[in-house]
């Protein structure tokens, strides 16, 4: 109760107001508001027995009168209660008044719930604001009983009155009266039992409903159940809870990079509590750039949140960053939680976080993680449309593989806000609620407005493995906190079998290859095994399309990509030569980390061979977790060579287009581009019979006698000695010749020596990988063994 006001009348006498011959009595009238108490049944008990106490025999039919005697203040309580239930009304104490000898209640008021009018004067309402002002429910209704003790020790009716000034509740509905919604013995054992098989209150007054035989006959609301549930847990809870805090003292004991945080509450009884592995802050550092935050399942009997912190390692299995459990769901529990968490993940936030719709969640992300990009998870949200839409999904039996079709498979923000809107006019659903609050937070789940941030997903249409549960099959709704922390082990013990599985897997076994592009070699040996495959499908993939010239603008060329006959369903991608950088309209390649098929036919018929260094994210490729920081381009001399070599080519034939477009206007620029082009050719082909001839190396000239070597080093000195001298045109040409050659043959040489020194370093990132895979088979081996 939030108020309780007691007036004392002192020195009021006369025997109409007390025991008869007791003068000494002292008058205490309480006042209590029965809006502000807490929404409970109020049970009515005997002496504090803790019994409930119901009238037995000819009174459950009979009327309160003047005179009326009872066995005890309980008994007159519990009659006059029992009576209102008949009748359709809620009761509760008005006043008492005590004896001045020895204190005890002389006498007792029995009202009728909505007797008097709320006190608007209180000094509780004046002093602040009323943020949800509660509806009105005293009406000064005056039906009410009192009774006073006599000299025998019996209770006496001294007053009733019938009468009251508002509609009264129909039996069916009486069940919901404050009064009358009493918890028995046998409901507390059925929920007890259903509680700890992990049913939810709804599951558990559904149960009842049928065991009873109807909702009235219960006897209390599911909101009564709810309650009651929440303070069993409540018990509970004290005494497990330690279980919980003495595992993550002996984690971190074990384990000073285990980290561990407990928020206390306001009684400083229980906090919320969160922890972090140092594995899973390792693995925060190579696959961190995306979260996914699942709060949607209650993983304990306490129904507590168990929310775990995963992300999606370098073969797209979910991978764990820290695990909480939430005592609330307040935006301050969330606040608290993801500071503690970006704390224990050495404060770098994720380029992007997934979690389940909510306001709150939204609201602490926003204040927590800034410049994050938050996503709702569109599965979630389809889960919840089958319960808010089911009415519309039986009326029509169309509408869901419309609605999915709408969400899903929309190429453009234009494309998606015409379907929605036409789907919607279509079924008349525009002014339905649950789908106009999912339509205003549409920029954080719908796809096309969020293709362009990366959230390490393969497929837009498809569900995500990240998107599962990290801990399915291991904790469910029955698991408690003493079996919690053995099957969370299992979890991660079969996670990190998998991982492993899959690292063997990518390093000692090849894939098929189905073309012959050196493209797909360079990507079967750069990516895992999954990613490859994915990669593969891509590949394969632009064989379906082409790619036709739509745009040209000197330095951007713009690409029509699209199926044979089917340019009505055409991507565009935007490719700089120069640069190598291509971006499409569907923006795979921003939401996933892997080059759509559309960019891969644009690099088709543009002769790109091999993959550019900036399109291979490391946390994609087998060397994702390697220690070993190498530079963002393909460690082989061969695809280097291709690479620059297709730089060349596509510039070359770039310039040349824009020359031929010149040189054709008039027949006087087509005349002059026909001289330009002949002496340039006369001038390639000077500098490409040079680039055979012997190249000097270190005072030596390659492939050339010791004697012959001498005379050069002797002409050489005298360049030197005469070097005041000026050189004739061709004198000064071949030097530069010579000198341009000595350069070129040690960059070669120089990128042998960087490509040797990267293949030893992958040589040693691979077998360390391999012995880390040989001593986790070793430890897996010995558990089964024990």
């Not at 847990?233 to 002996?250: F, N, P």
């Not at 690479?643 to 620029?669: C, M, P, Q, Y």
Request: glycine fraction near 6%; include cysteine.
């Amino acid at each position: 109760m939030d108020s309780e006001v007691l007036e004392f009348d002192i020195g009021l006498g006369g025997g109409s107001s007390g025991r008869e011959g007791d003068d000494d009595a002292m008058d205490i009238s309480h006042h209590v508001d029965e809006e502000d108490m807490v929404d409970s049944p109020i049970p009515i008990t005997a002496g504090g027995s803790g019994e409930i106490f119901l009238p037995e025999g000819d009174l459950l039919d009979l009327e309160p009168y003047e005179g009326m005697e009872f066995e005890s203040e309980e008994a007159a309580k519990a009659f006059y209660n029992s009576y209102a239930r008949r009748v359709g009304f809620s009761t509760r104490v008005s006043s008492s008044r005590r004896s001045r000898r020895d204190g005890a209640i002389i006498q007792r008021q029995f009202v009728c719930a909505k007797e008097g009018f709320r006190n608007l004067n209180e000094k509780r309402t004046k002093d602040r604001e009323i943020k949800r002002p509660r509806t009105i429910t005293r009406v000064g209704c005056k039906a009410s009983l009192s009774v006073k003790m006599q000299d025998s020790g019996k209770w006496v009716v001294s007053g009733f009155v019938k009468e009251h000034n508002h509609e009264l509740v129909p039996p069916d509905q009486v069940h919901c009266l404050r009064s009358h919604r009493q918890i028995s013995g046998p409901a507390k054992t059925l929920i007890d039992t259903l509680q700890a098989a992990g049913m939810g209150p709804r599951r558990i007054m559904s149960a009842l409903i049928k065991e009873y035989g109807g909702i009235s006959k219960v006897g209390f609301t599911e909101v009564d159940c709810r309650n009651y549930m929440r303070n069993n847990r409540q018990r509970s809870l004290e005494g497990d809870i330690q279980l919980l805090l003495d595992y993550l003292k002996q984690m971190h004991t074990e384990s000073p990079n285990f980290f561990y945080a407990v928020q206390g509450d306001e009684d400083q009884s229980m906090g919320n509590v969160f922890w972090a592995d140092p594995k899973a802050r390792t693995n925060y550092t190579y696959f961190g750039d995306t979260v996914t935050f699942d709060t949607t399942y209650r993983s304990n009997r306490y129904r507590l949140p168990f929310a775990p912190f995963t992300g999606v390692n370098h073969h797209g299995q979910p991978v764990l960053f820290g695990c909480a459990f939430l005592i609330n769901e307040s935006e301050a529990s969330f606040i608290w939680l993801f500071k503690t968490w970006l704390m224990a993940m050495s404060g770098c936030p994720p380029v992007s976080i997934t979690t389940d719709h909510d306001a709150v969640i939204r609201s602490a992300i926003t204040q927590v993680f800034p410049d994050t990009r938050h996503r709702f998870c569109k599965w979630h949200i389809f889960k919840k449309c089958q319960e808010k839409l089911s009415h519309v999904f039986l009326q029509h039996p169309h509408f869901e593989a419309e609605f999915h079709k709408c969400v899903n498979l929309t190429e453009s923000i234009e494309e998606f806000e015409s379907c929605w809107l036409s789907l919607f006019d279509r079924y008349e659903l525009r002014d339905h609620e649950w789908l106009q609050t999912i339509y205003a937070a549409r920029r954080q789940w719908v796809p096309v407005y969020l293709r362009d941030t990366f959230f390490a997903e393969m497929s837009i249409t498809q569900r995500s493995d990240s998107m599962n549960s990290y801990f399915d099959g291991y904790v469910n709704a029955s698991t408690n906190l003493n079996q919690f922390f053995k099957l969370y082990e299992k979890a991660l013990e079969s996670r990190n079998e998998k991982e492993v599985k899959a690292d063997y897997d990518t390093m000692n076994t090849s894939p098929v290859l189905k073309t012959p592009s050196p493209m797909e070699r360079q990507a079967s040996e750069l990516y895992t095994r999954k990613l490859f495959m994915r990669f593969q499908e891509e590949l394969v993939g632009t064989l379906t399309f082409m790619a036709s010239k739509a745009e040209d603008d000197g330095e951007i060329i713009t690409y029509q990509v699209a199926k044979f006959r089917e340019d009505h369903k055409a991507y565009y991608v935007k490719f700089n030569v120069l640069e190598m950088k291509a971006s499409c309209t569907c923006q795979m390649f921003e939401f996933s980390g892997l080059l759509c098929r559309h960019v891969l036919a644009v690099f088709r018929v543009t002769n790109v061979l091999t993959l550019p260094s900036h399109y291979i994210l490391k946390r994609w490729t087998r060397n994702a977790k390697s220690s070993v920081i190498l530079e963002e381009r393909s460690n082989d001399v061969y695809t280097n060579y291709l690479e620059s070599h297709t730089v060349r080519f596509n510039t070359l034939r770039h310039e040349t287009f824009k020359f031929v477009d010149e040189g054709a206007k008039s027949i006087e620029i087509y005349n002059v581009a026909i001289d330009a082009l002949q002496e340039a050719a006369k001038r390639v082909s000077l500098v490409a019979k040079n680039e055979g001839k012997p190249t000097m190396v270190n005072g030596r000239i390659r492939g050339r006698s010791a004697g012959d070597a001498n005379r050069a080093n002797i002409v050489s000195g005298n360049h030197r000695a005469i070097s005041s001298q000026p050189l004739s045109e061709d004198d000064m040409d071949k030097k530069i010749r010579e000198l341009t050659n000595e350069l070129d043959f040690a960059s070669r040489k120089c990128e042998v020596y960087r490509a040797n020194l990267l293949s030893v370093l992958k040589d040693i990132e691979d077998h360390k990988l391999q012995l880390s895979i040989k001593v986790q088979n070793i430890k897996i081996s010995m558990k089964d063994s024990l």
